[in-house]
């Protein structure tokens, strides 16, 4: 080996050397610096809080998904959905998350989501409805004689649950000819962005008097086979009966469906008198008081004239039917003087 390669390889062992001792004496300092500052304990790996958020404020923030979120647990990272409404958060969106804020968390599987919901209070169709007829109310002197058909019958309106007052009708539009209308109704001033559009149309009504069920011709309505529902007026024909003390005591013509208006034509005054029934007719003047059993010719309500067979005599006469199964003649005076009856 020539003096030149001892050298060479001298000056490497020296230099080799003295690189292995920095590396040596730099290890601890290294080791230091990446553990705690300060007593700091090691930090541990970050989860999620629940699977399930019930967010009351306008954000959801990252300590409000992650235990251990850091420094930034307090950031703001996404916005909560509206009152009733629910936002699902997806396992690859929570990782993404926690990858920009340095939060040491990774999905298990995609079932690692978070829906966050916000408590609201719910102003029903029914309170929608109710506040539509106020309205209305107000503008045409309109009873509650009137029904509300609105188009989307789920119509709903969610607000803050800790709103303070009740909701209002902000806007509102009425066709006066076709009923047709339109409203805005907004929440109240504390929760005045909260507001849904709900559109349909009044209905006048009319309280009328139904069969409860079918009835059958010739039968004698009671005022158990009635009761009194709400039509729309356009439904009921102007010859229809309203009143159950215009229809009781009359006898169905034809078969009356239930729940349908009856027609004037379909009810006349019962037959007290049936064809060949036996009647007993009265012949009454200021002196005497006669009567005398007869066969029925024709049927008869009260008050109508029929004619009657004197079964004795047989005479034929008109009488006035006077109840069922009674007749009142009206002979001229000589016959009568004749005891002719």
Known sequence: ??????????????????????????????????????????????ALVGSSLEATGEFVTLGDIFTNAGRYADRNVARTPQPGETLVMEAVWLWRLARGYGVD????????????????????????????????????????????????EEARLALNRDAVGEPRVKTFALDQKSGRFTAVIQGPASDAQRQVTIAGRAVPQIEV??????????????DSDLETVRLPAARVSRTALVHAADMVGQEATRTLSAGQPIANASLRPPELVRRDA????????????????????????????????????????????????????????RLAANGDM
């Open 278 to 333: 036996r009647v007993t007719i009265t012949l009454e003047t200021e002196n005497m008081r006669l009567t005398a059993i007869g066969r029925a010719m024709q049927s008869g309500a009260e008050g109508e004239v029929v004619r009657v067979q004197n079964l004795q005599s047989r005479i034929t006469i008109d009488a006035v039917v006077t109840g069922e199964n009674r007749v009142r003649a009206e002979l001229p005076a």
């Open 105 to 152: 968390w990774r999905p298990t599987s995609t079932l690692d989501t978070v829906t966050v919901t916000r408590p609201s209070r719910t102003v029903s169709t029914d309170e929608l409805r109710d506040l539509v007829r106020a309205e209305l109310f107000k503008r045409t002197g309109e009873d509650d004689l009137i029904a509300i058909d609105l188009d989307d």
């Open 1 to 46: 080996m020539t003096r030149l390669n001892l050298l060479t390889l001298i000056y490497a062992l020296v230099l080799a050397g003295f690189m292995l001792a920095v590396t040596a004496q730099a290890l601890p300092a290294l080791a230091a610096s990446a553990g705690p500052k300060n007593g700091e304990e090691p930090k541990a790996p970050a």
């Open 209 to 222: 008097s139904v069969p409860v069920d079918r009835i059958a011709s010739g039968h004698i309505l009671r």
